[in-house]
């Protein structure tokens, strides 16, 4: 009983730096998410991925890409990191956007200095 | 654009007492309504959710209905325990087309309950 596990769990970069979040999910969904978590600020979409081998941006993209690696797998990867990317990352899925009970891994704390 | 406006936290609570956690949206046409909760150090599960006016969302003693008219989604518990604390997050979704969805959420009351 994964469900969607996300790696690592914390993260400190310096600014500059890149890094690749992972996400993978065992329930066979076809779409996957990619949000952030900022005190006052709720949870905020910043890419997403209907299905396998589509990407689109959500309301806070810049700064971030991402790979539907496959099925399973959805990377988010910050090519230079800045300190307004510090935050909580949550991936997410679910069976297809039509269907709206979302699933979520357990979240990055990223810091970046 | 759709948002989610719920009560500021923290909210600090007995254990057995009332809880009411006021949300209110703005929304274009008729979306569907969540409770998402958040325990700590882990990421949001569904609490519970009403997808028309005036159903009614249940689950583990937490309630919430779908009121049209006040265009409100308060989410309400009889007697909390110490185990209800966490973040919880009122949401919406509503079609934007070709069977997809975009969701909205609001920013989250932090609840604590004391023994």
């Known amino acids: 009983n994964a469900g969607v596990t996300q790696t690592p769990k914390f993260q400190v970069l310096k600014t500059g730096q890149s890094m690749t979040l992972q996400c993978a999910q065992d329930?066979?969904?076809?779409?996957m998410y990619w949000y952030r978590q900022d005190p006052g600020m709720g949870l905020r979409l910043i890419y997403y991925?209907?299905?396998?081998?589509?990407?689109d941006k959500g309301e806070v993209p810049n700064g971030y890409n991402v790979s539907r690696l496959n099925k399973r797998e959805f990377s988010l990867r910050l090519e230079s990191a800045a300190p307004s990317q510090t935050s909580v990352y949550f991936c997410a899925s679910n069976r297809d956007r039509g269907n709206e009970k979302l699933f979520f891994g357990s979240g990055t704390q990223l810091s970046v200095l | 654009g759709n948002s989610v406006t719920q009560m500021e936290g923290p909210v600090t609570l007995s254990e057995e007492a009332f809880l009411t956690i006021n949300c209110t949206y703005t929304?274009?046409?008729?979306?569907?309504l969540f409770w998402y909760v958040q325990y700590p150090g882990e990421g949001l599960q569904l609490l519970l959710k009403?997808?028309?006016?005036?159903d009614k969302g249940s689950n583990k003693g937490f309630e919430a209905t779908y009121r049209k008219e006040t265009t409100s989604f308060h989410l309400e518990k009889g007697s909390v325990q110490v185990s209800d604390s966490a973040v919880y997050f009122c949401?919406?979704?509503?079609?934007?087309?070709?069977?997809?969805?975009?969701?909205?959420f609001g920013k989250g009351t932090k609840l604590s309950v004391i023994p």
């Open positions: 949401a919406l979704s509503e079609n934007s087309g070709a069977g997809s969805y975009q969701l909205t």
């Open positions: 991925s209907a299905s396998e081998g589509t990407t």
């Open positions: 009403a997808t028309k006016a005036d």
């Open positions: 929304a274009t046409g008729y979306p569907s």
């Open positions: 329930m066979n969904h076809n779409s």
